[in-house]
């Protein structure tokens, strides 16, 4: 079946920290992934996405590139603010026509002025 | 403004009572999901519909029941709530092809004394 295995947290860093997270899937042919993230006391929004392998998605200065051969969508942002603390979902949709996420288990990110 | 509403966003109830949360989108959106957030975190579907008179358990078992009447309502429901119940509940919906994203609900954080 479909899985997403995502880093660990929590993670804690400095303001202007350049911030990866990790994610990897197992899935069979070819889904598509996404980031979410959950800012305190509200739902899940959509954070970036990609299709198809190669894309890169991009969204507030955070990116991630869909890598088939490692099976990875690792979330990247250059310069981290105060305001990006949250926790950040990676999913995928197997694109089998059921359309239904698969989440990993969360990573909650804290950054400290 | 289109978007997906949740109510009530906070819920303190005592044992045995019947519940329904209760959510609504006016995006028009044929697919509608329910999800049960853990304090750790972790997202679990635990109902989803295609459409109006379509409802599916989700990939964790959950004494809730759901009904879809219309397009826009996706109410869930509890006959009987218990301390086990005790978690956040996450509304979301989608347009339904593969690789579009899912838009979600503020939630509703349940408590069963």
């Known amino acids: 079946g479909n899985s997403v295995t995502q880093m660990e947290g929590p993670v804690t860093l400095s303001e202007e920290a350049f911030l990866t997270i990790n994610c990897t899937y197992t899935?069979?042919?070819?889904?598509?992934l996404f980031w979410y993230v959950q800012y305190p006391g509200e739902g899940l929004q959509l954070l970036l996405k990609?299709?198809?392998?190669?894309d890169k998605g991009s969204n507030k200065g955070f990116e991630a590139t869909y890598r088939k051969e490692t099976t990875s969508f690792h979330l990247e942002k250059g310069s981290v603010q105060v305001s990006d603390s949250a926790v950040y979902f990676c999913?995928?949709?197997?694109?089998?026509?059921?359309?239904?996420?698969?989440f990993g288990t969360g990573t909650r990110l804290t950054i400290i002025p | 403004e289109a978007d997906i509403y949740q109510t009530p966003r906070y819920l303190v109830i005592g044992t045995g009572k019947k519940i329904t949360l209760e959510c609504s989108q006016t995006?028009?959106?044929?697919?509608m999901y329910w999800y049960q957030q853990d304090p750790g975190m972790e997202l679990h579907l635990i109902h989803y519909?295609?459409?109006?008179?379509?409802?599916e358990k989700g990939d964790l078992s959950s004494e809730s029941t759901v009904s879809r009447i219309r397009t826009e309502h996706f109410p869930l429901t509890l006959e009987s709530a218990r301390p086990s119940h005790t978690s956040q509940y996450l509304c979301?919906?989608?347009?339904?092809?593969?690789?579009?994203?899912?838009?979600f609900g503020p939630g509703t954080r349940l408590t069963v004394l």
């Open positions: 990609a299709t198809k392998a190669d």
């Open positions: 519909s295609y459409g109006v008179n379509s409802t």
């Open positions: 995006m028009g959106h044929d697919k």
């Open positions: 979301a919906s989608s347009e339904g092809s593969s690789g579009n994203e899912q838009f």
């Open positions: 899935a069979t042919g070819y889904p598509s």
């Open positions: 999913a995928l949709d197997s694109n089998f026509g059921n359309e239904k996420l698969t």
